[in-house]
């Protein structure tokens, strides 16, 4: 039993089977302790017109599910004399591109639609805000999802492949996809757009649905989870950065008159030591 089980793990059969309550394999497990983690990125190599993926491995095309998308604004108030950004985390950053996260850092507006960073410039000058669309695509032969950053150039491609299923009453995470990339060129600008390709459309009793429909909470969990992480680094961020409390001790009221103990205003160092921590 178990030698057969370790000769077939790497079929797609028993890679469904792991989120079963079979006992040989359950992925919680393995999970358990972990407080943090970053679902693995496929990055679009746009002059080569090529997919890499975190193991370094470059391809033309690829296969996946859909298990959950979403817009996704980024703007970043500092940048490098090269243009390039400066910090990991953005200033200020929306996860369905209506509104700025309540834990941005310096949010600059109540609303994307009418930030003056959601604009284009002068003489059709980029954004300095940056819009994505943010697919999580799943294969038969993983657990995770991976995360498809897809640039501003092809958020139309999106939405017409998400109209397009809806028209044909084909809901989205039933239907496997082959995203592949067109090279363009504009001016001395060369990137790529995304071209995406139905492959496959599954039935309820396909159980690959059964892993997909697992996934979608988890996902979900996962973006809200990176939210509120953003939320605590800029918080600790803004503690660490605070200025000192004075060293200077607080008067004593040893050598106070009694009405001035009873009406004196206790110190910020006082006050602090009352609150508990955060």
Same mark, same amino acid.
């Given at each position: ?44 190599? *746009? ?22 998308? *979403? ?34 850092? *310096? ?122 992480? *953003? ?48």
């Amino acid at each position: 039993m178990t030698e057969q089980a370790l000769t077939t793990t790497n079929t797609s059969e028993t890679a469904l089977t792991t989120w079963d309550d079979s006992g040989f394999f359950d992925p919680e497990e393995n999970m358990k302790c972990v407080q943090s983690f970053s679902l693995q990125k496929v990055e679009i190599l *746009h002059s080569a017109g090529l997919y890499q993926f975190e193991n370094g491995d470059s391809v033309k095309s690829f296969d996946a599910f859909i298990v959950e998308w *979403h817009r996704a604004n980024s703007f970043w108030m500092k940048k490098k004399d090269d243009g390039a950004i400066s910090a990991e985390r953005p200033d200020c950053f929306s996860l369905d591109g209506v509104k700025p996260s309540e834990n941005s850092k *310096h949010k600059q507006s109540d609303v994307c639609a009418s930030c003056t960073q959601n604009k284009f410039g002068k003489n059709s000058e980029p954004k300095k805000c940056q819009n994505k669309y943010r697919l999580y695509t799943w294969n038969d032969e993983e657990l995770l999802p991976k995360v498809l950053n897809v640039p501003a150039t092809s958020i139309a491609v999106v939405d017409k492949f998400l109209l397009d299923l809806a028209s044909s009453k084909k809901p989205a995470r039933a239907v496997k996809v082959t995203f592949t990339l067109k090279r363009e060129e504009k001016g001395s600008n060369k990137y790529s757009t995304l071209i995406m390709t139905e492959k496959e459309v599954i039935t309820r009793t396909d159980p690959r649905i059964q892993v997909i429909s697992q996934l979608v909470p988890k996902t979900r969990e996962y973006i809200a989870n990176q939210d509120r992480q *953003h939320g605590a680094l800029n918080a600790a961020e803004q503690e660490s950065s605070s200025p000192p409390d004075n060293d200077i001790p607080p008067p004593s009221d040893a050598d106070a008159p009694a009405e001035a103990k009873s009406t004196r205003r206790p110190s910020v160092q006082q006050k602090r030591t009352t609150v508990a921590p955060f």
